[in-house]
Every structure is written in C-alpha cells, then in structure tokens.
C-alpha cells in the first residue's frame, strides 16, 4: 500500500519517519507489557517481595508517560502527515486534469474523477493516519514481546513464535484475494452508483413511456452485480480470517501447553509462568487485528489505484519547440489522410479535408459516419494514428495547447452552464469583457429574448449544467460565448435535439454572423437549412470525405450527398416538440 501511495505521493522520507514512529509506539508498548513480567513475579513470589514490585510499578508507569507521550507526538505527526496526503493528491488530481487530453473526459469521466476525489484521496489519508500506525503498532507489540521473552526464557519465546510463520503465510497467501474481491466489490458499486444516477435521470422517459412501474432492468441487473460481489467477498475471506483466528489461538495454545508443562516439570517458576501466560493473553490481542488492518490496507489499495488511474493518466504530449499558425491562413483547417480508432475500432480512415480560412463548411452525412470525431480531432480531445490535422498550415500536434485553444470556439451539443447568472457563464469566455460587450453578444446570439423572459432576467440562476434552460437554449449561449471568444475557428455540433423554430432561427443566425465576421466554421450540420447556407459542404461516409463542394453543385453531381438531401426533404419534417425544459 505504501509502495503505491508513494509512487503518487513521493515523499518517502516523510513516510518512513512516521512509519517508524508507529514501530516506536509499538516497541513501547511491548515493553510496557513485558514489565508485568518482573511486577508478577515480585507480587507472586513467597513471600511477596514488595520492594521489587514497586520498583517495577515505577517502570511501567514510566514507560506508560513515555509511551502516552511518544503516541501522542506520532498521532499529530500523522494526522498532519494525512492532511498533507489528501491536499497534495486533490491538487495532484486538479492540475493533472488540466494536462489530460480533453478525450479522457467524453464517457464516465465524471463519475470516476468524483469518486477519486471525494473517496480516494480521503480514504488514502485515513490509511496513513489511522490505519498503518495500527498495524505497524500490531506488528512492532508482538516483535517486541518476542524478544523479550526469548530473553526471559528461550523456551517460552519459541511457543511465542510457534503461531508466528503460519500467520504470515495466511495473511501472505489471502492477500491477492482479498484485493482481488476488494476491486471486484469497487467496480460493482461504481457500476451500481452510475447506474442509479442513471436511472435518476431516465425517470422523464421511464415514466413517458409508462415504464416507470417496469422496473429498469440496467439498475437491478448492476444491483445484483453488487450484491454478488458483496457475497463473494464475504464468503472468499471467511475462510482466510477463520484461519488466521485459529492460527492465533493456535498460538496462545502453544504458549499455555509450554508454560504448564515448564511449570509443572519444575523447570520455570510458577510466578513466572502465571506472568508469562498473563502476557500471552495480551500478546494475543493485537495480533488478533492484523488480518482485519491487512483488509483495510488491501481496500485503500483499491482506492488509491482509483486515484491513480486519474494521475497516470497520459498528458496531452506538448510540443517541444511549439509553432505558431501561418500568417495570413492561421484558420485554414486541414485533414491529411487521417486514421483514427477509439480503442482499435478504425472511425476515420485516409479521411482528408480542407477549409480555407474564413471559409464555413457543413459536415454532413450518416450517423455515426465520424463528423463529431473530426471536430473532436481538431480540438485534439486525441491525436490521430496516421496523417495529420493542422491548423494555418500547423499540425496540430505542433502547437500549444494554450495557441490551439485559444484559437478555436466549441459550440458542442452538450454546451455546459453553470449554475450561475447568464452572464457569469458568458464570461467564462471572456472575463475582461464589458457589459456593454456582454450584451452585443447575447444579442447577437438572441439570447437577450431568453434573458428577457427569465424571472430575474440576466442575474437567474440557470440551474446545475444550465437545466433550466433548453437545449436550444443552451446553445445560444455557447454561441454568444463563441462570439465573444472571437476565436479564429469556431466548431459547432447542432443540437440534435429538436428545436423549436425561436432557437432554430438563433442558431442559424449565429451561424451566419461567426461566419460574416470572416472566422473558419465548420459545423455538424443536422438541418438542411444550416447546410444550403455554407460555402461548403463535406458529405462524411465511413469515415471519409466522399464528396466535397457548393450545396447547388454537389445536387447537380447527383451522387452520395444528392441522395441525402433528396431523401431528408422528402421525409416528414415535423420533429417532436422540444423536451427537457424544466423551467
Ligand atoms: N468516445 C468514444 N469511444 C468509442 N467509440 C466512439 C466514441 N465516440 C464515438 N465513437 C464511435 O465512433 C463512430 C463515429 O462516431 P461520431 O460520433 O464521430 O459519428 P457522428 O457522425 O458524429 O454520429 P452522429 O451524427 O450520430 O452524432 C461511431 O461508431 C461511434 O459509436
């Protein structure tokens, strides 16, 4: 555990230090009950030799101050130590997310990066506060002792280590198994919390749907997982734990058969052996919790790979010497015979594409064809496996992340809000923007309509994720923050959802004024409306450009993309009306 918490935490010198801090607790705390040994023996001696008693009396109540004091110290070394941990690695865990590729959060992202820093870095810290002193302590009592009664008497020390070797190999050989069914008990919860969240949040199409009374078979399928894995640890670690009671019993046994028979042969005093048999039954104790601290031990292993897998992550690869887009051309996008696969699943193949500055170009084409994938790829939420995007002429992989964000506007479906004023999450774009700027955007967008019928106008609230608002909504709002970003390039995926005419006519507009103002748009384009007024359009199939050109000419050449278009305006245009609005 330790092993792997430095490699995310490397302050090893801080860690030994305590660690044999906890050892210094336990050494004393052995020799605290090794000194009952002489006080029974004084007390129990015939006649009682008073003197000694006391004189031993004094020892352990020195040792006692001295061990209270020493576990004190330790106790505030590492809670300041588990401070530390859980600061360094929820700050590990917030700058190492601003380096990591934006693709490592499309998914469960979200649900993983909460649970590492709610649970993981916690539950880290508390190992190391509470948990290894324990066992440290649990380990360096009974060494203590040992030693101790191997000096007293070399026959009773070895009853004492009889149990000793056989609870090593217990606690050796259970745990891989008891971390395997720890991780096995992480991932069934993980996928239980995802799938209630989930459920949460179908309950409109449940309930729409007249399933709601159903039953939703992914929760209690993920709830049985759970429950399986639940009843799998328990069973997989009874076993182990009985052993190792039994093993320690085993061990008391031992050193009671030893001290009788000793004792009864004449060979060890009776005081002695009543001593050493009063030290066994403590002895007894602490090792008795080994097996349930290796547990804990072996959880928060689980937890801080959790933690790890965020902080190992691989760092979007920056440019050793980072260019700058050409003059002049620097919105020129280009795709040169991109590959691309999500986890070997090819999605573009050979796919190329170019965009003149200042130009718009619609993506159109099939669902799944891989348009949302070519804007991710020029934003670099990942790098292609072969060929090259660039921007003004750059391979995108040779600018910085700072240059290449800072010259590109993402207008995506899921635009996220704030749960903040309207205008706070405007200027997330631009921070140094002036009301004055603020509200020629949102015009521009057609937000003000928006803002105008909130109840508190630009100040409302617009709920977690901007759930008061509707898709379209939303999306005006990422086009004003686009516009006031006054990105070269601005990417937009149109909201599929279906928009009421109001939105849809927003969005087309603010299509129409990043393109007036000379930026390079390219958009996903779910609305033939969108597409007739580009200067481009790139039909996408299979994951390349088929066809590529003017709307009027691309009809004329009667192939791929003819085809669509005849198909979509002869299908029935009405879509459902808008859903989502919770205001
Ligand atoms: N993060 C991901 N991991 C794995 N596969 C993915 C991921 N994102 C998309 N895909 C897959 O890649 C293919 C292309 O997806 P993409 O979203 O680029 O298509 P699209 O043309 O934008 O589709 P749509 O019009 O339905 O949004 C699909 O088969 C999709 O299932």
């Not at 799944?368 to 990942?382: D, E, H, N, Q």
């Not at 450009?545 to 245009?573: C, S």
Request: some cysteine; overall charge neutral; proline content about 5%.
């Amino acid at each position: 555990m330790i092993r792997q918490l430095l490699r995310l935490w490397p302050h090893a010198a801080e860690v030994r230090r305590l660690t044999a801090g906890y050892a210094v607790v336990g050494v004393l705390q052995g020799a605290l009950l090794l000194a009952l040994v002489p006080l029974l023996r004084a007390l129990l001696a015939d006649p009682a030799r008073t003197g000694e008693a006391f004189a031993w009396l004094a020892v352990i109540l020195g040792l006692g101050g001295l061990y209270l004091a020493a576990q004190a110290r330790v106790r505030v070394a590492a809670y300041r130590t588990a401070n530390r941990v859980m600061r360094d690695l929820q700050h590990s865990a917030g700058d190492h997310l601003r380096l990591l590729p934006l693709g490592w959060f499309v998914g469960n992202a979200s649900g993983r990066l909460a649970r590492a820093v709610a649970q993981s870095a916690p539950t880290a810290a508390g190992t190391v506060s509470h948990i290894w002193p324990e066992l440290v302590a649990s380990i360096a009592t009974p060494a203590a002792v040992i030693v101790g009664v191997c000096l007293l008497d070399w026959r009773m020390g070895i009853a004492f280590l009889v149990a000793v070797p056989l609870a090593m190999l217990v606690l050796r050989r259970s745990g891989p198994v008891v971390r395997r069914t720890q991780a096995d008990m992480d991932a069934a919860s993980a996928e239980a919390a995802g799938r209630t969240i989930e459920f949460a949040q179908a309950q409109p199409v449940l309930r729409s749907t007249g399933r709601a009374l159903a039953g939703f078979a992914p929760l209690e399928r993920a709830l049985e997982g759970q429950r399986r894995a639940f009843r799998r640890s328990l069973t997989l670690h009874t076993v182990p734990q009985f052993a190792y009671t039994a093993i320690v019993q085993l061990g008391f046994t031992a050193v009671l058969l030893a001290g009788v028979w000793l004792a009864v042969g004449g060979q060890l005093a009776a005081a002695d052996a009543v001593a050493l048999l009063v030290l066994a039954a403590r002895f007894v104790e602490p090792l008795a919790v080994v097996a349930n601290l290796f547990g804990a031990i072996r959880a928060a292993e689980v937890a801080i790979d959790r933690m790890g897998d965020i902080l190992e992550a691989e760092p979007l690869p920056e440019p050793a010497h980072p260019r700058e887009p050409a003059p002049g051309s620097g919105a020129a996008i280009e795709f040169d015979a991109v590959d691309f696969a999500y986890r070997d699943v090819p999605v573009l193949t050979g796919l190329t594409l170019s965009v003149p500055a200042g130009a718009s170009c619609a993506l159109v084409g099939p669902s799944g064809s891989g348009k949302t994938t070519i804007l991710r790829l020029i934003a670099r939420f990942w790098d292609v496996d072969g060929g090259a995007v660039r921007l003004g002429g750059v391979d995108v992989r040779e600018l910085s992340t700072a240059t290449l964000m800072e010259r590109v506007a993402i207008v995506f479906q899921d635009t996220y809000l704030f749960d903040d004023s309207i205008e706070e999450n405007l200027r997330i774009a631009a921070p140094e923007a002036t009301p004055a700027q603020l509200r020629t955007a949102a015009a521009a967008a057609r937000l003000d309509q928006v803002v105008d019928r909130l109840p508190d106008g630009w100040s409302t609230r617009v709920g977690e994720g901007g759930t008061s608002l509707s898709g379209g909504e939303r999306q005006r709002v990422a086009i004003a923050r686009a516009l006031l970003k006054d990105a070269p390039v601005v990417l937009l995926d149109e909201a599929t959802a279906a928009l009421d005419a109001e939105n849809e006519a927003a969005v087309a507009a603010g299509m129409r004024l990043l393109s007036a103002q000379g930026k390079t748009v390219l958009v996903i384009a779910h609305r033939l409306s969108t597409v007739t007024g580009m200067d481009q359009i790139a039909f996408v199939e299979d994951g390349r450009v088929v066809e590529q050109g003017g709307h009027e000419r691309l009809l004329r050449a009667r192939g791929r993309y003819a085809d669509f278009w005849n198909r979509r305006t002869g299908a029935p245009a009405a879509l459902p009306a808008e859903a989502g609005k919770t205001r």
